[in-house]
């Protein structure tokens, strides 16, 4: 005898359809999880930032992975940018008092000479690292429209906030305390 | 007590609810095997009622047209509306839409108008479009395609000449082995009934001609989505300087550019431009193009356009001079290249002497607290702050030199420099893309079109041939083109003896006739 026929649409029919509706909640869900952009452009806030290895002064690599599991402050920056020179003073100060705590500061300089940043660096008693993207790449890939522009990262790799302006010594140790309490 | 069936009279328990023997209900008529079953079956669950309703909204073809039409639309507005990454405009997009489209500019990118190829909306029409085009094919393909492979080789005579095309000619003289030897040389494939009918089929694929076209469409749709995987479809600019080797991002290897060239016509049009590029893949050059406009350099799956170039001033040629102190500029001992755009920390001068870079501002100027500082990147306005040490790091001068054409020297010490030349140094601008999902395009697109071919011009065709005496029955049936297959019958029946009582070669095929 025959198999037994059941009712509606034969086990191939329900089996193929039973795949597209899963595959189709599948892509709805990841489309409903993935971090929602707080603006049009840019790196998403919630979402882990890319991966870049820069030179540093010294010609060492230093890449953001590096630093993974802390606090880290990545700021855009260049020697030309008025507000840029107004902000510098501030992140020597707070990186002086917090990196003790485990924060890092990566200062990423746009496209400018080796020797214009040393000399930048000197004049204000830099002290945290400052990486050359000599070809703009890395701050293409951040979406880097105003200078400055900071990011923060939390110690769960992810980004916390995208601060599009100079930031006061106050601002900045508001994100980072509470970035090291989490 | 045993009961019986009122239908067969076959034994029948008391608890039966139909009979086992011809599925009778008690009290009932006999029923076929299809419709006991379909009475007997466990009921639909709701799942597989709501999978069954959901097979059959994708299975319609009306469904299948409105979608198409939902991803022409999505298609059309992604053009229409000016996208994210083709604007030229230095601001982001959430300044840029509200003044490029007004009232809407924000609404656009809210619904991602603004994103199109890349919006949840379009991806799901995609989506639906994809589910569409296989549940249709595969209601239509699986019946198909078990038709096909089960044939009916016996029909009977009857049948044969019910047939849409059939002629009746005289029984051949080899008999039933002529018949299939007439077929063979036609390229049929034959296969003998049971009860003497021949069956000859030709072109099956042909049938199978659009799912071959869905196939390729479907590729054709996942090359499209490969462009969401990171580095599938990369697309970016570079400059490259003159005689510069520049690495090439998410790629092993640099392009080196050994000098652009652009060509006017007297009238300034511009005429060409040209890069002659060079591929440098673990140190060694191994490839040489030479760029232009529509002339791409390609090398392991990127392509580089020429899009654009810039001058700026690239080195000051400086002349050495030793002065005594307090008086003029002296003689010159030597000459020197500083970079303008990445100066060396220090140069060598002479023996025993050597001047440090402590500062250098592209674009000098001074800021309102009455600091030096560069106004902005470009290489408008340069001026160097300079040492003279010597090898001891005895401090032996300062100088601030700026790099303009009659400009004063500020200096003081033994030694300074003196601007003689500034030469421009020259960019090409090259624009890199790299598709990884090309191949796969070009086999979707390669596929439907192979499909297009198998679907006009394979046709299927299928003959039956019956010898019934003294005569024999030819028939067939086509899903393309009667016309042909009812000329090939015809010449069969020509090469056939005359039906018995009809002269040999006046009007022989008697019954041909179409449907």
């Not at chain 1, 359809?17 to 489309?31: D, H, N, P, R, S």
């Not at chain 1, 200078?147 to 790799?157: M, Q, V």
């Not at chain 2, 047209?65 to 405009?89: H, K, M, P, R, T």
Request: with cysteine.
């Amino acid at each position: 005898m025959g198999p037994v026929l059941a009712k509606g649409h034969p086990a191939w029919k329900r089996r193929t359809t039973a795949f597209f509706v899963i595959v189709g909640l599948a892509l709805i869900l990841v489309f409903a999880l993935k971090p929602q952009q707080t603006t049009g452009s840019g790196v998403a806030v919630g979402a882990p930032p890319p991966d870049f290895a820069l030179k540093t002064m010294d010609g060492k690599s230093l890449s953001l992975s590096q630093l993974k599991g802390k606090v880290v402050l990545v700021n855009f920056w260049a020697s030309w940018c008025p507000p840029c020179r107004d902000e510098t003073p501030n992140l020597v100060q707070v990186y002086d008092r917090f990196h003790q705590q485990g924060v890092e500061f990566v200062a990423v300089n746009l496209q400018e000479n080796t020797v214009t940043v040393r000399a930048f660096a000197d004049r204000y008693h830099i002290t945290y690292p400052i990486v050359l993207d000599t070809y703009g790449r890395v701050t293409d890939q951040f979406h880097v429209t105003p200078l400055p522009t900071t990011y923060l990262i939390g110690k769960d790799g992810k980004v916390a906030a995208k601060l599009e302006q100079p930031l006061s010594q106050g601002v900045m140790e508001g994100y980072l305390t509470s970035l090291l309490a989490k | 007590m045993s009961n019986k069936c009122t239908a067969c009279q076959g034994p029948l328990s008391e608890v039966a609810k139909f009979c086992p023997r011809c599925g009778a209900p008690p009290g009932g008529k006999a029923r076929s095997k299809a419709a006991l079953a379909q009475a007997t079956a466990p009921p639909v669950t709701a799942w597989g009622q709501f999978l069954d309703d959901t097979w059959d909204f994708f299975a319609s073809v009306k469904v299948a047209v409105v979608l198409i039409a939902l991803l022409v639309v999505g298609a059309a507005v992604g053009s229409l509306v000016e996208q994210e990454n083709l604007y030229q405009d230095w601001r982001p997009p959430e300044l840029y839409y509200p003044m490029r489209y007004p009232t809407w500019g924000l609404t656009f990118m809210k619904l991602g108008l603004t994103h199109a190829y890349k919006s949840a909306w379009f991806f799901a029409i995609i989506f639906l479009c994809c589910t569409s085009l296989i549940i249709c094919s595969l209601q239509r393909l699986i019946p198909l395609h078990r038709a096909l492979n089960h044939p009916r080789p016996d029909l009977p005579a009857g049948a044969i000449r019910s047939l849409p095309e059939h002629v009746t000619a005289g029984a051949p003289a080899g008999g039933g082995a002529a018949v299939e030897a007439l077929l063979k040389k036609k390229g049929y494939r034959l296969t003998r009934g049971k009860t003497g009918s021949l069956y000859g089929e030709r072109g099956r694929l042909g049938r199978y001609g659009p799912y071959i076209i869905h196939i390729g469409l479907l590729l054709c749709a996942a090359a499209a989505f490969t462009k969401f995987i990171p580095g599938w479809d990369v697309e970016q600019g570079m400059w490259v300087a003159d005689g510069e080797t520049v690495k090439v991002p998410s790629a092993s290897f640099a392009i080196r550019s050994d000098g652009f060239t652009a060509g006017y016509y007297p009238d300034g049009r511009p005429k060409m431009f040209q890069t002659e590029a060079r591929v440098v893949d673990n140190g060694q050059e191994v490839l040489k193009h030479t760029i232009k406009v529509n002339d791409p350099l390609s090398y392991q799956g990127y392509e580089f356009y020429q899009t654009t170039f810039k001058s700026e001033p690239g080195v000051a040629k400086v002349n050495i001079l030793k002065t005594a102190p307090g008086g003029p500029a002296g003689d010159q001992v030597g000459s020197l290249e500083l970079d303008l755009k990445s100066p060396a920390p220090q140069y060598q001068v002479l023996p025993g002497v050597h001047v440090v870079v402590n500062d250098y501002f592209p674009d000098f100027g001074v800021d309102p607290s009455g600091k030096p500082v560069s106004k902005s990147r470009d290489i408008k306005n340069p001026v160097f702050l300079l040492t003279w040490q010597d090898d001891a790091g005895k401090i032996l001068g300062r100088q601030a030199l700026f790099v303009a054409k009659g400009a004063e020297v500020v200096a003081d010490g033994p030694y300074r420099l003196q601007l003689t030349d500034i030469v421009d140094r020259h960019y090409t601008g090259l624009k890199l893309h790299k598709d990884r999902s090309f191949p796969f395009m070009i086999a979707g697109i390669s596929i439907v079109f192979g499909g297009m071919l198998i679907t006009f011009f394979l046709y299927h065709r299928q003959v039956w041939a019956r010898l019934e005496g003294d005569r024999l029955i030819l028939g067939g049936r086509t899903n393309k083109f009667p016309l042909g297959l009812r000329s090939e019958l015809k010449q069969m029946a020509a090469k056939l003896p005359p039906l018995p009582g009809e002269a040999p070669g006046a009007g022989s095929v008697a019954e041909a006739t179409g449907g």
